[in-house]
Every structure is written in structure tokens, then in C-alpha cells.
């Protein structure tokens, strides 16, 4: 079956980085869009990034850009998401997931399936 793994989260200082992995299998991998999306405590879940199935277009939200960096390894079926000059309101609980349509758009509802996620926070 489907299967998405999103790793890496953990507890930084503001300032500091990390590299979020999304490790997955059961899917053609160059056929499907990867986003990353995040849900901050009391808050909705919201699109971060997301990259093609070929891994050579890729999207940012505003609040992102410039400091978050999405990638895909094809041959070993894993997307990355680099994340720097982390701030306190970059804490969340971030998911990977996988959309099969021509879109690629950050948006949670078009996206068909979805790992788990790793809890990342920042500290002032």
C-alpha cells in the first residue's frame, strides 16, 4: 500500500536548522506531487511546500521563502525539506503527502494520500 514517513522533527533554538525527510513506497514516485504541510498547536493545517514529480518544479508559501529549500531524491523515493533560520512560529507538527493530479499547489484537500507527521519546535 501507500506509505509515506515524514522524520527529522526535534526541539532547536531559533536561529538553527533542520532537514525533514519524507520517506515513501507503494506509488510511482515520479508521478506523484510531494507537499509538506503544517499544523501549529490550535491552529488549521497549512501548506508549506510542495515539488513535482520529477522534482524540478517546486513551490513556497510566503512565510517560507527564502529559508525552506523542498528536494526529491528519485532513486531513493524520499523528499526532503531543508529548513533554515528557524523561528518560533515555524513549530508545528509538519506531514508529507502525495497528490496524483496535474496541480501543483500546496493546498491539503487536493492531496490523495498522507504519512504521519514529526513534531518540530522552535525555541526563543
Known amino acids: 500500500e501507500v506509505q509515506l514517513q515524514a522524520s527529522g522533527g526535534g526541539l532547536v533554538q531559533a536561529g538553527k536548522s533542520l532537514r525533514l525527510s519524507c520517506t515513501t513506497s507503494?506509488?510511482?514516485?515520479?508521478?506523484?506531487?510531494i507537499g509538506w504541510f503544517r499544523q501549529a498547536p490550535g491552529k488549521e493545517r497549512e501548506g508549506v511546500s510542495c515539488?513535482?514529480?520529477?522534482?524540478?518544479?517546486?513551490v513556497y508559501v510566503d512565510s517560507v521563502k527564502g529559508r525552506f529549500t523542498i528536494s526529491k531524491d528519485l532513486a531513493k523515493n524520499t523528499v526532503y525539506l531543508q529548513m533554515n533560520s528557524l523561528k518560533p512560529e515555524d513549530t508545528a507538527v509538519y506531514y508529507c503527502a502525495a497528490d496524483y493530479s496535474d496541480y501543483l499547489i500546496p493546498v491539503a484537500h487536493i492531496y490523495d494520500y498522507w504519512g504521519q507527521g514529526t513534531l518540530v519546535t522552535v525555541s526563543s
Open positions: 507503494g506509488f510511482a514516485f515520479n508521478e506523484y506531487a
Open positions: 515539488i513535482d514529480g520529477n522534482g524540478g518544479t517546486t
